[in-house]
């Protein structure tokens, strides 16, 4: 038998997608018809990530900006206004000033080297005419909810990592280790596709389906071939497709271990594979070191989790200037409000309540504090986030100026279990509550 029992295959799925880079079909595999059938991996795990999700989801309110270099970020002053002709005026990348950063942006504007988190201004100098939209986070949850309610009617085990990604575990779909033809992976290419077309069906819009035996292997995988791809891989291809990428593909190894590795000679995965392991745990102790050794081989055994609950949900601001302590207050303790409101909205919404309550405020200068706050009882309502927050606030020095505000609830728990309390307006009338914080 051939060493190499499955082969990869990376190809469209022919839904469309207008982008120019690419409308030719991709194969970068081995033939799949010299595969032997019975030899399928233990699990077929997905991972399904979509295709600059918040730049798509506005490409739908505005298909006439398909294929033009868009960028996500700007302010509501920003939002493209209808004339009376019915014509659309945008606002345009060259004319923003302030400190926002690109939340995302379209693949036209990445090919202009426009890229998530980089600052709009400097992404003007490289995109000054691509067209500028402010973020809509109510129509990204709402898609969010969509695509993942349409993978559900194909495959149902979902583990949910976030707004716009999914892992999903086929082991158990039908058919999914049918060989097609001859091809033997050729079930779970068809399950792929009928996932990506519900998708499609669901929401217009495109996601890219990375399959393999887990989930660490999965996520690099849907990375391979983006936009609108599919790429199934098994161990046999670890060494092709896998190793030759940078140590920074692997989720688990952030820019901290990244840089040691790179100090350390060690630039691909394929150069960690090639390490002892011994000396892997030297320079990065027992748990990371061997934990190193086992990814860059392709072994993972964590299970698709299907009931995630996010540990704490935060909001944050940052402002368009920097903003002193005494001189600003009414304008910092505005702000604060809102803050605790919006968190409060969310808790409501996700139907959550959190008894540890924690700020974070940078500083000029990159300074960032955090403080947090644990209380006798879950809270949800924005009154007693303040309050809370005004704690945490007394114990932070105002000696510099602040640039960014943010607000963070922790140790959650379902409103359900939340013993009924005082009215927050009732409880504010408590003496603690007096000269709380600056702001
Ligand atoms: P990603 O999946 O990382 O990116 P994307 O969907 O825009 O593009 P890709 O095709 O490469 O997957 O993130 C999903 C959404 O999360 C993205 O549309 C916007 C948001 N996001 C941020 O707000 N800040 C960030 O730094 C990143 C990376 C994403
Ligand atoms: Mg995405
Ligand atoms: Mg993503």
Sequence with gaps: MAANRFAALIYDNGMGHGQARNLLPRCVSTPADNLDPMQQ????????DMDAFYASVELLRYPQLKGEAVVIGGRRADAPQQLEDGSWRYAKLRNYTGRGVVTTSTYAARDLGVFSAMGLMKAALRAPDAVLLPADFDSYRKYSRLFKAAVAEVAPVIEDRGIDEIYIDLSDVPGVRDAVGHDPLGGVKAVAREIKNSVGRATGLTCSIGITPNKLLSKIASELDK?????VLTLDDIPRLIWPLAVRKINGIGPKASDKLVKLGLETVGDIAAADPAWLVEQFGE?????????????????????SEPVSISRETTFERDLHAVHDRALLGGIMDELCESLSRDLARKHYAGKTVGIKLR?????TVTRDQTLKQPITSAADIRHAVGLCLKRVKFDKRLRLMGVRIGNLVHASEVPAAAPAAERAKEPERENLSLF
């Design 287 to 307: 748990s990371y070191g061997q934990w190193l050794h086992a990814a860059s081989h392709g072994r993972d055994n964590r299970a698709v989790v299907t009931h």
């Design 41 to 48: 991996p233990a699990r077929w795990i997905a991972h399904l």
């Design 363 to 367: 500083f000029e200068g990159f300074v």
């Design 227 to 231: 936009p609108d791809g599919i790429s």
